[in-house]
Nanobody, 121 residues
Framework: QRQLVESGGGLVQPGGSLRLSCVAS??????LGWFRQAPGKEREGVAC????????DYKEPVKGRFTISRDHAENTVHLQMNSLKPEDSGIYYC????????????????WGDGTPVTVSS
């Protein structure tokens, strides 16, 4: 059974860094992405790594600060988050979409349970 399991969330001060990880066994032909949801807000896509081409997409506010990467040997996708801001706080979810080169919410077939990120002084 395919499962996505996130880890790495926590409390960090503004300007700090966190590295999220998602174990994604059995998702070789899937686009893998990270979404986040802040209290009272809709879930939004943050970063995506494509299924069939070596390409990535980022939501505009995180460009230049976040980096998504995929380790095929370890079946893991990471999200390196630098220069964190309070508005980056939320529950971060790992997600998978089969055979696509995008990570839109409506395309997602699998979701992880999420890992919380709090950016606060």
């Amino acid at each position: 059974q395919r499962q996505l399991v996130e880890s790495g969330g926590g409390l960090v001060q503004p300007g700090g860094s966190l590295r999220l990880s998602c174990v994604a066994s059995g998702f070789e032909n899937y686009a893998l992405g990270w979404f986040r949801q802040a209290p009272g807000k809709e879930r939004e896509g943050v970063a995506c790594i494509h299924a069939t081409v070596s390409a990535t997409d980022y939501k505009e506010p995180v460009k230049g600060r976040f980096t998504i990467s995929r380790d095929h040997a370890e079946n893991t996708v990471h999200l390196q988050m630098n220069s964190l801001k309070p508005e980056d706080s939320g529950i971060y979810y790992c997600a998978a979409a089969y055979g696509l080169n995008r990570c839109r919410t409506g395309d997602i077939q699998y979701w992880g349970d999420g890992t919380p990120v709090t950016v606060s002084s």
